[in-house]
Structure formats: C-alpha cells, structure tokens
C-alpha cells in the first residue's frame, strides 16, 4: 500500500511539474515590445504613452492620463495551448459608465498562418483583486500548433499598469513580436478617444482601425484633456507620422469653443514645422442632439469654428489638410451610453467612419 501511495505522488509531482507554467515579463525583452506609442527608448520600464520629458511641460492633468495603457499592445508567437496574464494596476478598476473589462482588463486577438484574424475569448476565466488574473484557454490551433499564432494583447484603457507577466507552459514557446517599423496614425483627442465606454479594450475605436488597417497607432486621447494644447502638439510633432487625427471638439464644445479657431491654427502650424504628413480634423458627433437644443447649440458652434479654421487654412495654403463631418460618423440614439460617450456600437460606428477617411487619404 505504501509503494502505491508513493507511486501516487510521484505520479501527481511529474503531472504537476510538467504543467509548470514559464512567466515572462515584456518589459524585459528589449525597448521595441510595447507597441502603440513612438517613445519607446525612453519608456522602456513602464507601460505610460509620453516621454517623460512633458511631464514639467504639458499639463499635469493630460500628464496623469498618458501614465494609463489606452492602445497599447503586446505581440507575441505562441504555440500553447493556453495563455495567462497577471498584472497590477494602480487606479479603480471600474468607472459608473464603463465596466472593468474596458476600464483595467485585456484583450487578446491572434492570426493565423492564413492571416485570417481570431478574437480569443477569456470564457471568464479571470479575476479581478490585488493581482489580476487572465486565461485565455482551450486555443486551437487550425493551420497547426507547430505553426502557433502571432497573438496581440490589448492593455488597459482607463488605468496605469505597474507591472505584468505573460505565461505559457513549460515546453511551449513564446516570443515576442518588436514593433513595426510602419509610420504610425497619431490620434490626439479626448475621452472617446481614450476609448470610453468600450466594453472591452479591443473594441476602442483606435485598436480597431489599428487591426483592420494594418497600421500602428499612437493614442494619445487625454479623458476631459483634448484641449488643443500647444504643448501637446509640440510633442505630436516628434513623432514621424503617416497621418494626424485630431479629434478634441467634444472638451472643446462649452465655454472653450471660442479658443477653437486659434488654437488649431497654432496646433496645425506646430506641426507643419516638422511634418508635412496629411492631418485630419474631426467633427463633433453631436451625442444627443435629439434631445437637447442647448447641446445641439453647443456642438454647431464648435464644428462651425473648426470649419472656420479649416477653410482659413486651406485659403493660406496649408496642403494635406482634411476634415470628416458629424454626418459622416452616422452616430444614431443608440450609440451613446450616457449622451457623450460611445458604446460599443458607437466605437464600431467610428472605427467605420475613421477607416473610410483613412484608406481615401491614404489611397488605400
């Protein structure tokens, strides 16, 4: 009875130490795993979105925001048949309009060796305490686990991870993906931008135009922040970009409307000084205009003193300049969660309108 015992547990060690799961920590493989910002040489022992020289130079507010993950990734090539996630984050993990899945959780997609794209689900298998806690499990490889899949997870919109691992089991691989070396799309906007209210981090507006258009994407979308601060342009302005979006009417649409016209003038030439990349102006997406006359006032005026902005532009010659109206976002009464912010339709509904616009500048 005792050697059967002893069999027992030997048996259940060898189980045990052959599911043994190997953690690894992205921060530690080199400056280029973070994708989905341009300061990577800089920040390459954090998950933030700005360098940190404009921490003393833009305002503390939009400084705070850009320490919190929106539109960062990690790519990398497994073959394992699961995949865990473990980090910590240093804010709330929910807001009253958006759910901790959007506001401190994951996402992850993989692709195939076909290049068909396949969203993962975490059949809540996760858990959120003082560590949080994802699997992602039962993965079926179709063209093949000695292929494997390139996997990219989507990080935090709403909160500032300290630190994570990333686990496959022993006897597996996983490497992971460096950036591209593509110019980036450079997103400078609000709380929508942000990605509020996405239910989940992968359906923010930016990480979907990110997977369907093939090119990376800088989010920096300050929550209440977009403000067409010069500061901020001066730092957009580093960055070698493929195209400018510049989507910050809706904290601009009440008692700043008048700073609109100036503001964008300086914020454009800012950037026409280093750039000479296609930028694009973003209507406001009049939220609920249905119901309110005073915010139907409020959003006309501010789209009419960008237009102003925009056609004195164009009278003075600056090129490449473009402009994607309220009616083309085709924002409907259920695409909003409280009146300003989108679900997750209304994030579809962007990605859409953005994509349109983007493959017709870009001739794609």
């Not at 401190?104 to 809540?124: E, H, I, M, P, V």
């Not at 400078?188 to 239910?199: E, F, L, M, V, W």
């Amino acid at each position: 009875m005792k050697k059967l015992i002893l069999a027992l547990l030997m048996a259940s060690a060898a189980i045990g130490l052959m599911a043994q799961t190997r953690w690894y920590n992205p921060l530690e493989a080199g400056e280029n795993t973070i994708h989905g910002r341009w300061w990577n040489s800089e920040l390459k022992d954090t998950y933030h979105r700005m360098t940190p020289r404009a921490e003393n130079i833009v305002r503390n507010a939009v400084w705070n925001l850009s320490k919190q993950s929106a539109g960062l990734s990690i790519c990398f090539h497994t073959n394992a048949p699961s995949v865990k996630v473990r980090y910590k984050v240093k804010g709330g993990l929910n807001m009253f309009h958006m759910p901790t899945t959007g506001v401190s959780g994951l996402d992850l997609y993989a692709t195939d060796a076909n290049g068909q794209l396949r969203w993962c689900a975490s059949k809540f298998n996760l858990s959120f305490k003082d560590t949080i806690n994802y699997e992602f499990k039962d993965l079926t490889y179709f063209t093949g686990i000695d292929r494997g899949y390139d996997f990219e997870l989507f990080l935090p919109l709403y909160n500032e991870v300290s630190w994570m691992q990333i686990g496959v089991t022993e006897g597996y691989e996983l490497r992971f993906i460096p950036t591209s070396s593509e110019r980036p799309i450079v997103v400078y906007g609000t709380s929508i931008a942000q990605g509020a209210c996405a239910s989940r981090t992968g359906m923010a507006w930016t990480n979907i135009v990110h997977r369907e258009s093939g090119y990376p994407v800088v989010n920096l979308g300050f929550s209440g922040n977009g403000q067409l601060d010069a500061e901020t342009f001066q730092f957009l302005a580093e960055i070698d970009a493929r195209l400018f979006i510049i989507d910050c009417l809706p904290n601009m649409a009440t008692e700043r409307t008048e700073l609109i016209y100036d503001r964008l003038l300086k914020g454009v030439n800012i950037l026409r000084q280093k750039s000479q990349a296609p930028i694009l102006l973003v209507e406001h997406n009049y939220a609920n205009g249905t119901s309110s006359q005073q915010s139907l006032d409020w959003y006309t005026h501010s789209n009419d003193e960008q237009r102003r902005a925009y056609k004195a532009m164009k009278a003075n010659g600056v090129k490449h300049l473009y402009l994607l109206t309220h009616k083309e976002l085709s924002f409907t009464q259920e695409s909003m969660v409280e009146g300003i912010h989108p679900n997750d339709l209304g994030m579809r509904q962007y990605a859409d309108a953005y994509l349109r616009k983007i493959r017709k500048i870009l001739r794609r």
